[in-house]
């Protein structure tokens, strides 16, 4: 199956089409998204580091969804 990724972090996000066999790591790095820091969601669900290497299809994903990257900011205000 092909699934299609919405990937991004808090600056910009973009769709990808991977395997559902392809781990979540690799669908970050083709778009360039670091995976040593932030925190990972997907689908809304917060996913530890482990999961990365852990494929689309091992979360039963198998058309669409969002892997998000968010980076934790502070606010000078």
Same mark, same amino acid.
């Given at each position: 199956?092909?699934? !299609?990724?919405?990937?991004?972090?808090?600056?910009?996000?973009?769709?990808? %089409?991977?395997?559902?066999?392809?781990? %979540?790591? !690799?669908?970050?790095?083709?778009?360039?998204? !670091?995976?040593?820091?932030?925190?990972?969601? %997907?689908?809304?669900?917060?996913?530890?580091?482990?999961? %990365?290497?852990? !494929? *689309?299809?091992?979360?039963?994903?198998?058309?669409?969804? *969002?892997?998000?990257?968010?980076?934790?900011?502070?606010?000078?205000?």
């Amino acid at each position: 199956f092909m699934v !299609s990724v919405t990937v991004g972090n808090n600056v910009t996000k973009e769709v990808v %089409l991977v395997e559902s066999t392809a781990t %979540l790591k !690799s669908a970050l790095e083709r778009k360039g998204i !670091s995976t040593t820091s932030g925190v990972f969601q %997907l689908n809304g669900e917060t996913i530890s580091n482990s999961d %990365l290497d852990k !494929s *689309f299809a091992d979360f039963g994903i198998t058309d669409t969804c *969002f892997l998000l990257n968010v980076k934790k900011v502070d606010n000078a205000a």
